[in-house]
C-alpha cells in the first residue's frame, strides 16, 4: 500500500527515472548497431554490401547458417576480430540463435569502428522466414 502512496506523491521523479531508463536502453542498442530484417539482409548480401559474421558456437554453425557467413563464436570474438579486416568497407551483420549475443558482439565491432548491423530475431527469424539455411563449415 506505501508503494502507492509514494508513487502518487513522488509521479514526477518516478516518470524522470522511467523516462532516464529509457534513454539509456536505446542509446546502448545504438551503439550494438541498428537491427535489419530478413529481407533487408538479403537485399544487402545479393548485393555485395554486407557480410554475416555468425556468433553461435561452431557445433550450432555447422548445424546450419546463412550462406557465406563467417563464424565467429562471440566468446572468440576479441581475439578474432583482426580476421574481419578485410570486410572493413562493408556492413558487418551480427547473426546469433535469437538475438541474445548479438548486441555485445555488435557493440565490440562499433567500438573498432566498423559499420555494425544486426539479424533481427537471429537465426530463428531467418528460418521462419523459410530462408535457407547451408550444413558444415
Known sequence: ME???????????ISLLAALIGVFFLTEQGKSG?????????????????VVVDVRSAAEFEAGHIHGAISIPHQKLASRIAELEKHRDKI???ADKIGQH???????????EFNVRRLG??????QGSSLPLVKGK
Open 34 to 50: 541498428k537491427s535489419l530484417s530478413t529481407s533487408e539482409l538479403v537485399r544487402l548480401i545479393n548485393s555485395d554490401e554486407a
Open 121 to 126: 530475431g537471429g537465426i530463428s527469424e531467418w
Open 102 to 112: 548479438s548486441g555485445a558482439a555488435g557493440k565490440k565491432l562499433s567500438s573498432e
Open 92 to 94: 558487418i551483420v551480427v
Open 3 to 13: 508503494i502507492f502512496v509514494f508513487v502518487s506523491e513522488q509521479w514526477l521523479l
